[in-house]
């Protein structure tokens, strides 16, 4: 089993929709938690940490849930410009380097 | 503000060929430094990681090296590069304890032929 799977798409949703992905880890220990955006051709930046209670920045919704092994990312209003690929981070419990998803794309469309 | 260099953006280089890639990072002391490599279509995978001067620890066993001759120098080597040694490069650091988030360079596009 991969250490974080993310569901590699493509997601094609029309400008406003509402778009979740989900990011699956294996390692119940694991303390850290991010989103990353990349688009083509460049580096990946982070778009948002993910804390136990979830968090909310601006359209952006991210949530963790330990039970189940999984965090999200709702992003909500879509626009062209978030058209992208978000990448699932997981660190800690023993590992100490980061683990990245192979990440989700995303493709806004007018 | 912290900001993290790397150099060359791309390079075409022959089989067979050495190869030097650097990164540099500014305005933070002691980070801990990461080289990754990103095939096309693909993930990312972890190469080498540095938690201080000459500490080095290998992810995956190949024909790449690394090394940190200064606290905030991570450079990226090959005595003979292969056709599947091309790709994205990317470094990245961070601070405090490694779980913490990771800042990545502009990267290095690398076309081995």
């Known amino acids: 089993r991969k250490e974080v799977e993310q569901d590699p798409g493509p997601f094609n949703v029309p400008e406003g929709a509402t778009v979740a992905f989900n990011c699956t880890y294996s390692?119940?220990?694991?303390?850290?938690f991010f989103w990353y955006r990349q688009d083509c051709r460049k580096e990946p930046k982070l778009l948002m940490s993910?804390?136990?209670s979830g968090n909310e920045d601006g359209r952006f919704t991210a949530q963790l849930n330990r039970a189940s092994q999984y965090i999200s990312l709702l992003i909500r209003d879509s626009k062209l410009s978030d058209s992208a690929t978000y990448l699932c981070?997981?660190?800690?419990?023993?590992?100490?380097?980061?683990?990245f998803g192979r990440g989700t794309s995303l493709i806004v469309h007018p | 503000s912290q900001t993290i260099h790397q150099w060359p953006a791309t390079l075409v280089q022959p089989v067979g060929s050495p190869l030097s890639l650097e990164c540099t990072v500014e305005g933070t002391s002691n980070p801990n430094l990461y080289w990754y490599r990103q095939a096309a279509g693909r993930g990312l995978q972890l190469l080498f990681y540095?938690?201080?001067?000459?500490?080095i620890s290998s992810e995956v066993p190949q024909n790449l090296s690394a090394s940190r001759p200064q606290d905030r120098q991570f450079i990226l080597s090959s005595k003979k590069l292969l056709l599947s040694d091309s790709g994205f490069y990317l470094c990245?650091?961070?601070?405090?304890?490694?779980?913490?988030?990771?800042?990545f360079g502009p990267g290095t596009r690398l076309l081995v032929l």
């Open positions: 981070v997981v660190a800690g419990g023993g590992s100490y380097i980061p683990t």
């Open positions: 990245a650091w961070n601070s405090g304890s490694t779980i913490e988030t990771q800042y």
């Open positions: 390692n119940s220990a694991s303390q850290s």
């Open positions: 540095s938690v201080g001067i000459g500490q």
């Open positions: 993910v804390y136990s």
